[in-house]
């Protein structure tokens, strides 16, 4: 495991490779910004934007999948706001047992902005089973989640004939998850590409129980059927100077946003501003640490030390206090949700942990082998 030289990224995140350099694709992208022409860029956001209206057929110029969070509210607001288009924003409603008060409350908050908006929800008691399955068989509860929350957009999308669907952030520029990178920066058609999606593969979701027609909004739209429907996605990311967890936190909070009041080590996130509509993620990231080395305090240091607000020295003190953490309330609960003991759950956990990276030394407790910033 080798360390970026100027974030802390490790070299051991799916599909992204290193330059020869040492130095990890997302820094390359962000150093590559300061010799972006910010005209150019603009207009071809407006062919974009033409594109929207020309295509035009439903009443709606265009669709934003959104959860209410920092990233959506700050997009939706751009879009109706300074491109002046009219969006269809849709929502993937979390069951009852997993949807956070305060999740509820932002999107109540979004729609007030002046939005249409569908939510789609989801069969609960299928949600859980593939939750669980997912969780059984990967150590991944949200493959499932992944596939529905990214399959529902464009889905929608070609039921109301809407061609344009804009997406946050290109995370094959932004995080340097490659595999996804489309003809362009903008380009977000090959998002299936992803790696939780898997070419939008759902055979593993088919049981006995569980038939193709019960889990339809899970699906993933196909190549055919995306072309056919004339269906353009594009990261809207690509087009702003200062898109950031960050940044997007703060417009968003000045615009009704409400976040989380939990301690770091209890969510893993200094700012307390992701995932507010579910409590699931937060041990997510600590099993993606786990797995990988780094979870989300090394996501949110690498963009500050990239944008100069955190030194590489002070993020490495950040991420050896808190990455990985979770507060054992989540597990509990997540462990309750789908019906197995808390030891169950870390029985899984442990099939799962990187034992080049971490050595056992205890039910769910783990010591890195990895100095953070130096490396294996
Ligand atoms: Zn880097």
């Known amino acids: 495991m080798k360390y970026c030289k100027t974030c802390l990224q490790p070299d051991t995140r799916p599909n992204s490779v290193f330059h020869n350099d040492g130095i990890c694709p997302a820094c390359k992208y962000h150093a590559s910004l300061k010799e972006v022409n910010w005209d150019e860029r603009k207009k071809e956001l407006l062919k974009?934007?033409?594109?929207?209206?020309?295509?035009?057929?439903?009443?709606?110029?265009?669709?934003?999948?959104?959860?209410?969070?920092?990233?959506?509210?700050?997009?939706a607001l751009f879009v109706k706001e300074i491109l002046k288009m009219r969006p269809l924003l849709v929502s993937l409603g979390y069951p009852?047992?997993?949807?956070?008060?305060?999740?509820?409350?932002?999107?109540?908050?979004?729609?007030?902005?002046?939005?249409d908006c569908i939510t789609i929800?989801?069969?609960?008691?299928?949600?859980?089973?593939?939750?669980?399955?997912?969780?059984?068989?990967?150590?991944?509860?949200?493959?499932?989640?992944?596939?529905?929350?990214?399959?529902?957009?464009?889905?929608?999308?070609?039921?109301?004939?809407?061609?344009?669907?804009?997406?946050?952030?290109?995370?094959?520029?932004?995080v340097g998850e490659t595999a996804i990178m489309g003809k362009s920066g903008s380009d977000g058609n090959n998002l299936r590409k992803m790696n939780t999606l898997n070419g939008g593969d759902i055979t593993w979701l088919l049981s006995d129980e569980i038939k193709k027609n019960q889990i339809l909004q899970y699906c993933y739209p196909s190549p055919e059927e995306m072309e056919q429907a004339n269906l353009r996605i594009t990261?809207?990311?690509?087009?702003?100077?200062?898109?950031?967890?960050?940044n997007n936190g703060i417009y968003s909070i000045l615009r009704g946003l409400d976040i989380r009041d939990e301690k770091p080590w209890e969510i893993g996130d200094p700012y307390g501003i992701t995932s507010l509509d579910e409590?699931?993620?937060?041990?997510?990231?600590?099993?993606?640490?786990?797995?990988?080395?780094?979870?989300?305090?090394?996501?949110?240091?690498?963009?500050?030390i990239r944008n100069g607000i955190m030194t590489r020295e002070d993020g490495v003190q950040l991420v050896k206090k808190y990455d990985g953490t979770c507060s054992p309330k989540y597990i509990e609960k997540f462990a309750n949700y789908i019906g197995i003991t808390v030891e169950e759950f870390w029985e899984q956990v442990d099939q799962s942990v990187n034992s080049e990276l971490f050595e056992k030394i205890g039910l769910g407790k783990y010591k890195p082998k990895f100095v953070v910033g130096v490396g294996l």
Request: glycine residues 10%; charged residues 20%.
């Open 96 to 115: 009852p047992e997993q949807v956070t008060e305060r999740g509820v409350q932002n999107i109540s908050n979004m729609i007030s902005h002046g939005f």
């Open 235 to 246: 990261f809207l990311g690509y087009f702003w100077k200062d898109w950031s967890l960050l």
């Open 121 to 174: 929800n989801p069969a609960p008691g299928i949600w859980k089973d593939l939750k669980r399955k997912g969780f059984k068989q990967y150590t991944n509860s949200f493959r499932s989640t992944e596939l529905a929350l990214f399959s529902s957009v464009p889905k929608l999308a070609i039921a109301y004939q809407i061609p344009l669907i804009w997406w946050g952030e290109n995370s094959a520029l932004q």
């Open 279 to 304: 409590d699931f993620v937060t041990f997510n990231q600590m099993i993606k640490y786990l797995k990988y080395g780094f979870g989300r305090i090394t996501d949110y240091v690498n963009e500050d």
């Open 48 to 75: 974009i934007v033409e594109f929207g209206r020309a295509n035009n057929r439903s009443g709606y110029d265009c669709i934003i999948g959104v959860s209410g969070g920092k990233d959506s509210l700050r997009q």
